[in-house]
């Protein structure tokens, strides 16, 4: 299995090299090079097995010659041994035809564990192969962080800095990124807003004589590794509900594009997906590149579901990738645009494309805590901001088609905003209860490059 990049200009890399890369030297996203496929006897016969088997039937065909079949079962058996619910990723029903799936109870109690767990195996298994070292330097505004210091914290070939804004992420997610006790983890609270932690990532990414001396990896939302994980529970949900025998619809909060983008590869691979349904908050540039074809940057708005408010959707160019029939050149050219403009125009061959492969659908505040508040006395779940924006898109697209709403986030994370819509304050899982309790770690840092590389440097282990 070879990996080729949204762009055309980079060589093609192996699962592990394009995993341990992450953004290609081009500028562009790793895609495979040929997307796999399973027969619909295959998929019947994932009915009633283990998160863990689905998982290795599914990302087996990706991974190549990386790992062995015994190593990678493994690996996944490591991955999601620490979540909180036997069925890893369980489905419970919202009303006729709509169910919720609960991807929050991993380690930080959001969707982004299922990725991170698994690739922080896969990639403390290949350092150990190799005897190399790497530096993973993250930036976040909230759950990101988390996910990534749980997955890494002890490993013994990486050290993690991930860089937060100052302040302005709530205090779970602070108290899970500085109460870790392990040496390797460094949570950096830097003087900015998340812009300005992402704009000091990508500058580091971009000093390659640092990006050698340190080891420099990413693992944000843009690594295939993340991706593939993702694909997963698409089957694994569809399949509880009867497909392939029957068709199923996904509604997916999302953001960065990169958890829908994972439904659209589990439809590639055979999964009979009816719909797949892009939902945004306030911050809505993807519903509105898919009604008017163009996308354009506009502000961020600050809002009760953070961890989609977002300006630039990175993983839309795997998307658009194939919308133009796999021409790396003229991707390239609508990315440029982006960043020269702040704005391109989808052609109409592809925007055709976009819109028979996903619909859309946003959700204001007012109707994110209405949603929040409907569910607690419609069906006893209480919601999260961004699952509930998934519920509220999703009712537009009920049908005799059973519609799946990811539910991203443990409503415990958000207890604000969850307790300004449904009057309850959710409270942490016992397991995790005396997160308020644990002493906290963390440095301060001025939004300054130089002194980031710095402390970096010193604070690294070799
Ligand atoms: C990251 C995140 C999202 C958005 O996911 P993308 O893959 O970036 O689209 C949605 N909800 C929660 C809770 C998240 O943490």
Redesign the pocket.
């Known amino acids: 299995m070879r990996y080729i990049s949204t762009r055309g200009q980079a060589p093609e890399l192996s699962f592990e090299e394009a995993m341990m890369t992450g953004l290609a030297r081009d500028g562009g996203l790793y895609v495979p090079k040929d997307i796999p496929t399973l027969t619909a006897a295959e998929i019947a016969g994932m009915a009633g097995d283990s998160y863990e088997e689905i998982a290795y039937k599914v990302m087996r065909p990706f991974i190549g010659e990386t790992f062995t079949d015994a190593e990678f079962r493994q690996l996944i058996a490591a991955a999601y041994a620490g979540f909180g619910h036997a069925a890893r990723a369980p489905l419970v029903q919202l009303g006729p035809n709509h169910f919720l799936l609960e991807l929050f109870h991993g380690p930080t109690l959001?969707?982004?564990d299922f990725a991170m767990q698994l690739i922080g195996q896969m990639m403390q298994a290949a350092l150990a192969r190799s005897g190399k070292r790497i530096t993973i330097v993250g930036a976040t505004s909230?759950?990101?962080g988390s996910a990534a210091i749980e997955a890494f914290r002890g490993l013994s070939n990486v050290d993690v800095f991930i860089l937060f804004p100052h302040g302005r992420v709530s205090e779970v997610q602070r108290r899970q990124m500085t109460t870790p006790a392990e040496a390797n983890v460094h949570a950096l609270a830097v003087d900015g807003d998340f812009d300005d932690c992402q704009a000091a990532l990508k500058d580091m990414f971009n000093d390659f004589a640092f990006r050698d001396e340190v080891g420099l990896a990413g693992v944000n939302?843009i690594n295939w590794g993340r991706v593939l994980a993702?694909v997963v529970y698409y089957f694994s949900s569809a399949v509880s509900l009867g497909a392939p025998h029957r068709k199923v619809s996904f509604t997916?909060?999302?953001?960065?594009?990169?958890?829908?983008?994972a439904g659209f590869i589990a439809r590639q691979m055979g999964l009979p997906i009816e719909r797949l349904v892009i939902a945004t908050n306030l911050n809505d540039i993807l519903h509105r590149t898919l009604e008017t074809g163009i996308q354009k940057k506009e502000g961020v708005t600050p809002s009760i579901?953070p961890?989609?408010d977002?300006q630039v959707?990175s993983?839309f160019e795997r998307a658009l990738f194939y919308a133009y029939g796999r021409d790396g050149a003229t991707v390239a050219a609508q990315m440029a645009d982006l960043s020269a403009k702040g704005a391109f125009t989808v052609s109409q061959g592809a925007i055709d494309w976009l819109r028979a492969e996903f619909a859309s659908g946003r959700a204001s505040e007012e109707e994110t805590l209405a949603t929040i508040a409907a569910q607690r006395s419609a069906s006893g779940e209480i919601l999260?901001p961004?699952?509930a924006v998934g519920v509220k898109v999703a009712e537009g697209f009920l049908s005799d088609v059973p519609m799946i709403t990811l539910a991203?986030?443990h409503p415990a994370?958000f207890p604000d905003a969850v307790e300004r819509a449904s009057g309850i304050r959710p409270p942490l899982p016992p397991r995790m209860a005396d997160l308020y309790d644990r002493p906290e770690r963390v440095t301060r840092v001025a939004n300054d490059l130089a002194a980031l590389q710095t402390l970096i440097r010193e604070r690294r282990s070799r």
């Not at 997916?252 to 983008?261: A, Q, S």
Request: hydrophobic share 30%; proline share 3%.
């Open positions: 959001a969707f982004k909230g759950d990101t939302s993702q997916v909060p999302t953001g960065n594009f990169g958890d829908i983008f579901s961890s989609m977002i959707s993983n999260c961004h699952s991203t986030a994370k």
